[in-house]
């Protein structure tokens, strides 16, 4: 689960609030969970996008405040602990492309690249004044003396002589990264003082920092923000080298935004997919799907988890893809069941659920996903086995899981319709013959039984989803909502 969204309040008790809701992530199923950025931002209100200094995880007074948006260091550290005596896995928020909120400016030569393609100079080189000197005097040098300058970094937007927006600015006698994502001509820039991983200065203190991280928080994984923007190179050697010094096989999951599967799998290649990558692909087969753009028989259609599934972390929505966000996709409401329908119960892909899905946003008047608990549970226990699809239609598609020895009752026939209901018979196996099973969610509320030849006609209403499991099953999950 991502547990956190974009709105929460800056009241300083996220981290305890994870704390309290461990054993209940636990119970429901959840055995991983991404948390948000922990270190300082430029101010306390930020998500944590806007990194200030990252050895401050809520322990010194920098930026107005000791505690971030959501907590300090100790509680911080107490979430992790109470997560992990869960039995649930922490994967930290790594921001590694960019600086913000310098504690004070340089003067620098800079030359400005066209914003729309970045290999393009349009201005010649005059001095810029930027924001690139990061003393971090409220550490005062505790866990590393490391102090960034100007030639750190690469480049930025913003000139404090001139306070001209549109401008992307290139230090001189510096190049943006070659291999890196071709749009703009060239995304190395992204946002705020953009981090030079040609430094070698650079490079040996983002290792120490992030071996000095997984041992001070006992972190368990890796969620990488915005690799299309940092030299694909970069992190094949970086998590080789963290592997090797830390012992562990940490896992890592990269945001590679991109809808194009091709960018994905050439990532992928260029770093020998020492990590998976969120398939950005199939949540945008997903937003169209909701807005009437993609057939369900399409909606694995060049997606990262039907390329490469074992490389693939689908999800419905995160955090960029809320309402005002600059990724701002949002799948409608009524799609969403039939959208985690799609990564929960099939065995391709490792899913991941969004938080204000789960929970709903009040603010943002959200509701929560219905029935989301019941399908995390139903992936728990019941979405086992051989896996046959039905995807024959335009509109009316599914899927039997025929289940295993080792789980009690498991296998599952699902249907789901984007527009009439309908029905689709399936092949559950000789060894459900007599078999009575029941839509978990409701929406169908007579049985189907399973014929003498194992098989079954299961039904769905239209824009809707039925997950249908073996009668113990069903009595199991109803008493254990």
């Known amino acids: 689960m991502q547990y956190f969204e974009w709105y929460l309040p800056n009241d300083g008790l996220w981290w305890r609030r994870c704390a309290a809701k461990a054993e209940n992530l636990q119970d429901l199923g959840i055995t991983q969970v991404w948390l948000p950025p922990a270190y300082k931002a430029i101010c306390q209100a930020d998500v944590g996008y806007a990194v200030y200094d990252m050895y401050d995880l809520g322990e010194f007074d920098q930026k107005g405040t000791v505690r971030t948006k959501y907590g300090t260091k100790q509680e911080y550290l107490d979430a992790i602990s109470a997560f992990h005596k869960a039995g649930i896995r922490v994967f930290a928020d790594i921001v590694l492309n960019h600086r913000m909120g310098g504690d004070e400016t340089e003067d620098v030569v800079a030359v400005s690249d066209n914003p729309e393609n970045r290999n393009e100079q349009i201005e010649d080189e005059r001095v810029i004044r930027v924001w690139s000197k990061f003393n971090f005097t409220g550490r005062n040098g505790k866990y590393s003396t490391f102090k960034w300058n100007h030639t750190h970094f690469t480049g930025t937007d913003w000139d404090e002589k001139t306070h001209a927006p549109g401008h992307v600015y290139r230090f001189l006698g510096k190049h943006w990264d070659r291999d890196v994502d071709p749009e703009w001509g060239n995304f190395d820039y992204l946002m705020g003082m953009d981090v030079d991983m040609d430094n070698p200065a650079v490079v040996r203190e983002?290792?120490?920092?992030?071996?000095?991280?997984?041992?001070?928080a006992h972190i368990d994984g890796l969620r990488l923000d915005a690799v299309k923007h940092i030299s694909f190179s970069f992190y094949r050697k970086l998590l080789g080298t963290i592997r090797k010094a830390t012992g562990m096989a940490i896992p890592a999951v990269g945001e590679y935004w991109s809808g194009e599967l091709e960018r994905l799998t050439h990532y992928l290649d260029k770093v020998d997919s020492r990590m998976a990558l969120f398939d950005a692909a199939l949540h945008y087969n997903f937003f169209n799907a909701s807005q009437g753009r993609c057939a369900l028989k399409h909606i694995f259609d060049n997606s990262l988890v039907q390329a490469r599934p074992y490389s693939a972390v689908t999800f419905v929505d995160n955090h960029d893809t809320q309402q005002g966000q600059a990724l701002q996709s949002f799948v409608e409401d009524w799609f969403k069941p039939l959208a985690y329908a799609l990564i929960l119960l099939r065995k391709e892909g490792v899913p991941c659920v969004f938080y204000s899905d789960y929970y709903g946003n009040p603010?943002?008047?959200?509701?929560?996903?219905?029935?989301?608990?019941?399908?995390?549970?139903?992936?728990?226990?019941?979405?086992?086995?051989?896996?046959?699809?039905?995807?024959?239609?335009?509109h009316v598609v599914g899927w039997s899981r025929r289940g295993d020895i080792e789980h009690e009752y498991s296998g599952m026939a699902v249907v789901m319709s984007d527009n009439e209901g309908g029905s689709i018979e399936m092949d559950m196996g000789a060894a459900c013959a007599g078999e009575l099973f029941y839509d978990v969610l409701g929406k169908c509320t007579e049985p189907v039984t399973v014929d003498e030849n194992g098989k079954g006609k299961f039904f769905t209403d239209g824009r809707s989803v039925s997950v249908w499991v073996h009668r113990r099953a069903f009595e199991d999950l109803i008493i254990n909502e």
């Open 363 to 394: 603010p943002q008047g959200r509701p929560m996903v219905p029935n989301l608990g019941k399908l995390i549970k139903a992936r728990r226990w019941y979405a086992y086995g051989e896996q046959t699809d039905y995807f024959d239609d335009e």
């Open 206 to 216: 983002t290792r120490k920092w992030l071996e000095w991280y997984i041992r001070e």
